[in-house]
């Protein structure tokens, strides 16, 4: 009896051990899968800079006249914290609407959705538009928008992202891809200026900067 007794409480301490272990090897897993998440996470938008460059520096469609001294765009740090999820309403009025560009002339768009997030704890909304010829369900949408960073460290005009829309709920909207408007890069081109609507109370320090020649 005193031998069975013996035997059971090993084998109680034995799995006992095991989901001890077991535990470490879950925390210590997860601990390496969100490092390998968040390595990808900018290891993707570096790829990402590293080709808009070689682009930039490669292709007859570029908007750099001198290429032989272009070393790069100007950005600020990566930081997943300004890449939110927003709600969206949808528009009822999809009126067209022109956007006035910087050379006198107009883009035309639909509003197409009002798009709901916070950063910081503080509540905020855009509306991103869509080319009236586009007819997909699920668009890339365009947000031009203007933040506290405009004039400072990013162009005074504002910055833009395209955004697409994956489904009729909630957006993913990552500042960290926020482009200058090529009329940064070269005064020949002409691009839409941001609706004061969309101008965000705070600023969004991620994206590109301005331009240095």
């Not at 470490?24 to 997860?30: D, E, K, N, R």
């Amino acid at each position: 009896m005193e031998t069975k007794d013996k035997y059971n409480a090993l084998k109680r301490k034995g799995i006992i051990r095991y989901i001890i272990v077991g535990a470490v090897i879950a925390v210590v897993l997860g601990l390496i899968l969100t490092g390998i998440n968040s390595n990808s996470y900018e290891e993707t938008i570096e790829t990402f800079r590293q080709q808009k460059d070689a682009n930039f520096r490669q292709s007859i469609k570029s908007p750099i006249t001198e290429k032989d001294t272009f070393y790069g765009l100007n950005y600020f740090p990566i930081n997943p914290e300004f890449k939110v999820k927003a709600f969206i309403t949808y528009l009822r009025d999809t009126t067209r609407i022109f956007l006035p560009r910087n050379d006198g002339k107009v883009s035309t768009y639909v509003a197409y959705l009002k798009a709901d997030f916070k950063i910081k704890q503080q509540n905020l909304s855009l509306i991103l538009y869509k080319h009236p010829e586009e007819e997909s369900n699920a668009p890339t949408l365009f947000l031009p928008f203007y933040d506290a960073t405009n004039g400072e460290s990013t162009y005074e005009g504002g910055r833009y992202l395209d955004v697409p829309l994956t489904n009729n709920q909630t957006i993913d909207i990552d500042f960290n891809y926020a482009y200058n408007p090529y009329c940064v890069y070269n005064y020949q081109y002409s691009c839409p200026i941001p609706p004061i609507s969309n101008k965000l109370p705070i600023a969004i320090p991620v994206g590109e900067k301005m331009y240095k020649r």
